[in-house]
């Protein structure tokens, strides 16, 4: 009878122990960011912009983030984020991305993939389709503000949006949002 209790008391301590194992794994997984999944990969947190807290992320390394609006973001070039940015994380890179497009040389490029080879050497490639451009890694450390801008998509322009005290200092015509705070040129 003793071994029976006995049993039963260590069936229960193990059930016990696997099941607060799970809620802290799972709880510690929900509250991960964005931007530590990109760090855990040997990724910058830079790569996408501030702020972002809409995030999907599964077991596959699919990822999906939800922006507010489209918005553009200063680096050593441009770089446009659409409202949605998806791809597939693995160590050290993001293949099938969609929703990012990199500026260079007044022309944009969609960005198909991203990578770091060999973090010491200090570059991130980005595959723009015709070529890799790379950049310092230093660059994208730490998310940067994305401003909404313009962009031109298949000749179809996006609108762009600046802070109402810029367009007063740019001298341009301007129709405000309902806020007033922002106006499009």
Known sequence: MANILVQQLFTIALFSVSLSTHLCLSSSKQSATIYDILRS????????????????????????????????????????????????????QIDGVSGISAQDLFMWFTVKEIRVDIPSSGL??????????????????????????????????????????????????KRYHEDHSMAVL
């Open 41 to 92: 990969n040997g990724l910058p947190m830079g790569l996408l912009p501030k702020g972002i807290t809409n995030f999907t992320f599964d077991d596959s390394g699919r990822f999906e983030v939800y922006l507010d609006q489209a918005c553009n973001s200063k680096f050593e070039n441009e770089f446009h984020y659409d409202r949605n940015v998806s791809g597939t994380l693995t160590y050290g």
């Open 124 to 173: 991130i490639y980005f595959d723009v389709g015709v070529v890799h451009k790379q950049f310092s890694l230093s660059s994208f450390d730490t998310p940067r503000d994305c401003l909404v801008s313009t962009m031109f998509v298949d000749n179809q322009l996006i609108t762009q949006s600046v802070p109402k005290r810029l367009s007063r200092k740019l001298g341009t015509p």
